[in-house]
């Protein structure tokens, strides 16, 4: 059979041959109409891993799905020789892992024509921006915050785009910093306040002191700010108790 090339054929009974010719114009498959397909994704929990449903790509591989079955592998020789040890069979629970993740997809028709597509699913990173929900600044200063370098683009609440910003007064700020790749752009936001904090003032102590070491030193102290307490000037603590202490002077640190 020739491509594209029209056959005719008669019938031929008793020595006589049929008037009318039947037409068969030869169309001969070299292959499926399928093509590759690529696809970039962020990892939105930044857990290094993304679940999606392989079967949702089938129209993007070829235009018409209908009459073909698909079938999903790990490797090239697997969909070939449709090995049972590389298919994927929960492909409608697949899950990538950070980079390229390369799918080969068995096309079947409903003609001995197959087609063997390659289906390249990468996943990238979001940005990690390193900053505290609460950033303490001691009062009539100011202190710089910064989102890390490396980064392709930054917006701050206050408007700034450089990587790091001077804060000088309390408040709610957020900054959204952008990687892009070559054919996505992925971002992460970070909502985080600045909290002012000051010198303590010491208000008053109160001992209780009546063994030679089970006695007890309480301190009060006023101002703004998340204050921890020390008698050595060393070690502090959250309670502003100090107890099983010995008899002795004691210089308190707020």
Do not use: M
Request: glycine share 6%; charged share 15%.
């Amino acid at each position: 059979l020739i491509n594209g090339q029209t056959y005719y054929a008669t019938q031929t009974l008793n020595g006589c041959e049929s008037l009318s010719r039947l037409s068969v114009t030869v169309a001969l498959i070299y292959t499926l109409p399928a093509n590759n397909y690529a696809e970039s994704f962020c990892d939105d929990l930044n857990d290094g891993s993304e679940k999606v449903n392989l079967s949702d790509y089938d129209s993007k591989l070829i235009s018409n799905t209908s009459g073909y079955t698909f079938s999903y592998y790990s490797t090239f020789s697997g969909a070939e020789n449709q090995l049972a040890t590389n298919q994927i069979n929960n492909f409608s629970n697949h899950y990538l892992a950070l980079g390229d993740n390369k799918i080969y997809v068995r096309i079947n028709s409903n003609t001995p024509c197959y087609a063997i597509i390659e289906l390249k699913l990468t996943l990238v990173s979001k940005p990690i921006i390193i900053i505290p929900d609460v950033v303490p600044i001691c009062e009539n200063n100011s202190i710089i915050i910064d989102a890390g370098s490396g980064f392709d683009t930054y917006l701050w609440s206050n408007g700034a785009t450089t990587s790091s910003i001077s804060v000088s007064n309390p408040g709610n700020f957020s900054v959204t910093v952008t990687n892009n790749y070559s054919t996505i752009s992925c971002s992460s936001t970070n909502n985080f306040e600045v909290k002012k904090s000051n010198i303590a003032t010491i208000t008053a102590t109160e001992t209780k002191d009546w063994t030679d070491n089970e006695n007890i030193i309480t301190v009060f102290a006023s101002g703004e700010g998340d204050f921890e307490y020390s008698i050595d000037g060393i070690h502090f603590q959250d309670s502003n108790q100090f107890s099983a202490l010995y008899s002795g002077e004691y210089t308190i640190h707020v």
